[in-house]
């Protein structure tokens, strides 16, 4: 029997190899193998050959993919580099049309990826943030929602633990706005604080400098500050972590003891606080109620599911919940219906009542992302419209391209890296202007961003500048697919001959690209002017109450309650009136501009059977209405006799407009000397106040009690007759110290605290007025780069009209006609679609302004006079030239 080699490996051999050497390489293989055979034997010869013909397998001896000889792909892709420099440089205007779109597009965008990278972060620190939830409550009355607010009751996070075992662990919690506390003989200001339970600190994932997290609030009075609180207390020379059992006071019998020292809340923490106090500490002060009432509302709660459970499934149980604990509305006379807020969505709700958090409109944050998209996509819209429309000029190259042999892949290719220089030049020069434009960006957002948060973000895992690079690199290859199968698709003989021409669906194409970034124009255009005269109708808004140099001085909490604190607070009053400037001070539990508490179980005498009626309340003074200038619809203001040491002998109280309809009286003036039953007792209306705008206008005007409480919590309203000056904020202090021993005097202007109300509403403004210039501009170009392209194209047939006697009138009508009708198309395709997005933004305020086709008319004619100024420029300048040089041009 013959022996030879593995079959199967002098077939696989003959594929690998170069067919021109296979026959001598085969038969060297077929020589060793015999010698082997006859001296080493079969087995051994075989394996040999197995070694003999790996040896042989070299780079230059393997088969070559077919034309790759020809190929030297480093001098290739140098070529295409260089021919795309080429054309960059000798086509300046539109190099420059497309670089400053791309690169004005690519800055924005990366701002606005700041933006929104840092605003979707928010609690993202939190270990297990995406199993942990907010409870959330909504109240309704007669079927009527009359809260969505995150407050609850007391009772509601350790009875759904105890109820549900799909729950790990919860937490609660009462913030706390700004506070005075004495250390060490001196009175500091706080900012907003929580009074949290023991399981805070396991819950969340706030870090601990010193302390124990399971022990530092597990009793009363016990608290923990964070680290920028702790450098407000200590001494020179003093550590922080010096500070832990450290006494604080709080105006309490009962001092605090600092058992940690925690660090600053992270910036993307929708909770911002200095310090922690124990939950047990407000149980010991405020009584059991705030540990097991039903009916007590200004609890937050927090709850982590165990892994693996889906939150919709404990939402389904949380009816049955209600309906076993609040009985269909016998314990607070509401139907409670509860829900999970997920931890990672409260920072972008802005809607929920009693919000506590760093919240923002999270439509907004979305809003601001779309634009800057928007702008890239009108700057690639230029590149692709600009890049067919030279596609005639560009024709010869490719021509000749292919006539010496080129693919159709290597065009494409060549086509992808113009496309891909062009934007990563772009892209280099938009991070520089990132660095430059950063401070900028950065007041107009009152954020403090910065390229680091691109760059160690994730979404959904992936570290974001990975994501950011494959989704550019895929869009760049759409964007530059289209002209390069354009260009392939010429003949090389029509183009060589001169005869090629652009075929009608790459002008239709064309067309519908300038239609769609012009349509986005509009929308822009429109948008920025609504924002903009939305924000002026909520400046210049007549309120109803007049907050003219008023500055608001915070009250005396560190004075004890007695039967004295009415008069002193009286005679303060008057002291400030007598200084030269003051007009009228008064006092009140809330400024305009700050939310309300409600009050819950009202019942009218003009229906007694709505026992469960519900209002907002303020708690105000005598001189409350005539220094904010309230007017009075019927009957008459508090006077001195209305205030009461001894609440419980408080009867008399005044309404607001809206409340004569919640309590079904017929008019203002049936409602005044009316009794209505709340708090267990019987009150008496005294006066009818017009509606005034207590909060925001995103806010509808709600029906209000102004009772005549007083409380050493409450604010001083000083009103001026004229500018605030040092001198007499100086004396106020005096004044204060005098009557306030012991207290802190700080202070605030009440239009600064109006105008905060609107901060994101302005930031918008002032975003969407750049990205709107912007979008304008770059489109603006756009088109006058296409008109550009056209006219040259059409040179020699305005030569020949001009000496056929055609003037510069019927020129410009006959050249503009085409642009002009796609720019009107586009005004009539964006106009709609504005006016609906205008729509859904205006629903977020109770109070807006009208939406009128005068707008819509205004926007679109702005913008189809910017283009007939474009146009008409261009068509002019092309027409003026001699008629004899265009018959001459090519």
């Known amino acids: 029997m013959k022996v030879t080699p593995p079959k199967q490996l002098i077939w696989l051999l003959s594929k690998c190899c170069n067919p021109a050497l296979w ?54 892709i140098q070529n295409y580099l260089k021919v795309s420099f080429r054309d960059l440089k000798r086509n300046k205007t539109f190099t420059g049309i497309n670089l400053f779109g791309l690169i004005a597009g690519m800055t924005v965008s990366l701002l606005m990826f700041q933006y929104v990278l840092f605003e979707t972060s928010f609690d993202d620190f939190n270990e297990d943030a995406d199993r942990m939830y907010r409870v959330i409550n909504d109240r309704y009355h007669n079927g009527e929602l009359i809260q969505r607010g995150a407050i609850t009751y007391p009772t509601i996070g350790p009875t759904m633990f105890k109820d549900f075992p799909e729950i790990e662990a919860y937490t609660r919690m009462v913030p706390s706005t700004g506070n005075f506390i004495n250390y060490e003989e001196q009175v500091y200001r706080t900012g907003d604080y929580l009074i949290a339970d023991e399981h805070f600190h396991s819950f969340f994932s706030y870090k601990l400098i010193k302390g124990n997290k399971k022990e530092c609030l597990d009793a009363a009075f016990k608290m923990v500050i964070t680290e920028r609180f702790a450098k407000k207390l200590i001494k020179k020379g003093e550590n922080i972590t010096d500070l832990i059992g450290k006494p604080i006071n709080f105006n309490y019998p009962t001092s605090f003891m600092i058992t940690g020292i925690m660090e600053n809340p992270p910036k993307n923490s929708h909770l911002q606080f200095d310090f922690i106090t124990s939950y047990k500490s407000f ?10 009432s039903w009916e007590w509302s200004d609890f937050y709660h927090y709850i982590k599911l165990k892994k693996g459970v889906n939150p919709e ?15 269909e509305g016998e314990v607070t006379g509401n139907d409670e219906k509860f829900s999970l807020q997920p931890l990672n969505e409260i920072h972008l709700d802005d809607t929920m009542e009693y919000e506590v958090a760093i919240v923002t409109n999270g439509e907004t944050v979305w809003l601001m992302l779309y634009i800057a998209i928007f702008i890239v996509l009108i700057a690639w819209v230029n590149y692709i419209n600009l890049n067919t429309s030279r596609a005639i000029q560009r024709a010869k190259e490719v021509g000749i391209r292919k006539s010496v042999g080129a693919q159709k892949s290597q065009i494409i290719r060549q086509s992808f890296i113009e496309t891909l220089l062009l934007n990563f030049i ?44 494959g989704i550019l690199f895929i869009l760049l290859a759409l964007v530059a697919l289209y002209p390069a199968l354009l260009v392939t698709r010429f003949s090389t003989q029509d183009v060589l001959k001169g005869s090629f021409q652009l075929k009608g669906e790459i002008t239709w194409l064309r067309k519908g690209m300038v239609v769609f970034q012009f349509s986005l124009a509009v929308i822009l255009i429109t948008a920025t002017i609504a924002i903009a005269r939305q924000i002026e109708y909520m400046v210049n808004q007549d309120l109803g109450i007049d907050l003219d140099n008023t500055i608001v001085v915070y009250g005396p909490v560190m004075t004890n309650w007695d039967s004295t604190f009415i008069y002193k607070i009286d005679q303060f009053k008057k002291d400030l009136s007598s200084l030269s400037g003051v007009e009228i001070a008064t006092i009140s539990n809330r400024v305009p501009g700050s939310g309300m508490g409600r009050i819950f179980r009202i019942t009218s005498s003009a229906d007694p059977e709505a026992q469960n009626l519900t209002s907002n309340h303020m708690s105000i003074d005598h001189e409350f209405a005539e220094l904010y200038n309230v007017e009075f619809i019927t009957g008459r203001d508090f006077n001195y006799s209305d205030h009461d040491f001894d609440g419980g002998a408080i009867k008399n109280f005044i309404i607001n407009e809206s409340a004569v309809s919640l309590l079904k009286f017929d008019s203002p003036e049936d409602a005044v000397g009316r009794s209505v039953n709340f708090y267990n007792k019987d009150w008496t209306i005294i006066g009818v106040m017009k509606d005034f705008h207590q909060e925001s206008l995103h806010r509808k005007i709600a029906p209000i009690f102004l009772l005549p ?20 904020v100086e004396a106020i202090e005096k004044r204060y110290n005098q009557y306030f021993p012991g207290n802190y005097f700080d202070y605030l202007f009440l239009e600064d605290e109006i105008d905060s109300l609107y901060d994101d ?9 750049v990205f709107a210039t912007l979008s304008i501009i770059i489109a603006v170009l756009g088109l006058y780069g296409l008109v550009m392209i056209t006219l040259v194209r059409k040179t020699k047939e305005i030569g020949i009209r001009k000496v056929l006697g055609a003037n510069l009138g019927q020129l410009l009508t006959l050249l503009s006609k085409e642009f002009l009708l796609l720019v009107i198309i586009a ?25 009128g086709i005068g707008l819509i008319l205004l926007s679109s004619f702005m913008l189809i006079l910017i283009s007939a100024i474009t146009i008409g420029f261009q068509t002019r300048k092309i027409s003026g030239n001699n008629p004899v040089e265009s018959l001459r041009s090519e």
């Open 23 to 76: 026959e001598s390489i085969e038969g060297d293989l077929m020589e060793l193998f015999l010698l082997d055979l006859k001296k080493k034997g079969e087995r051994k010869a075989k394996f040999n050959y197995f070694l003999n013909a790996l040896a042989f397998l070299r780079y230059h001896r393997l088969r070559k993919r077919q034309n790759s000889k020809k190929l030297n792909h480093m001098a290739l």
């Open 283 to 292: 149980i010991a002060i405020e009584g059991q109620g705030a540990d097991t």
């Open 313 to 327: 499934s404990l939402n389904n149980k949380l009816a049955d919940f209600s309906l076993r604990y609040f009985k």
């Open 426 to 469: 772009a892209l280099t020069l938009s991070i520089g202007f990132v660095f430059i434009l950063q401070p900028i960006f950065n007041n107009m957002t009152g954020l403090d961003l910065s390229m680091s948060i691109i760059l160690f973000s994730s979404v959904m895992g992936i570290p974001f500048p990975i994501l950011l690079i």
């Open 709 to 728: 409480y007083y409380s050493t919590g409450n604010n001083f309203s000083i009103k001026f007759s004229s500018q605030v000056t040092p001198a007499l």
């Open 761 to 769: 509403d302005v930031r918008v403004s002032r975003v969407s007025n």
């Open 827 to 851: 005004v009539l395709v964006g106009a709609p679609v504005s006016y609906l997005t205008i729509m859904e933004w205006k629903s977020g305020y109770a109070y807006s302004i009208n939406i």
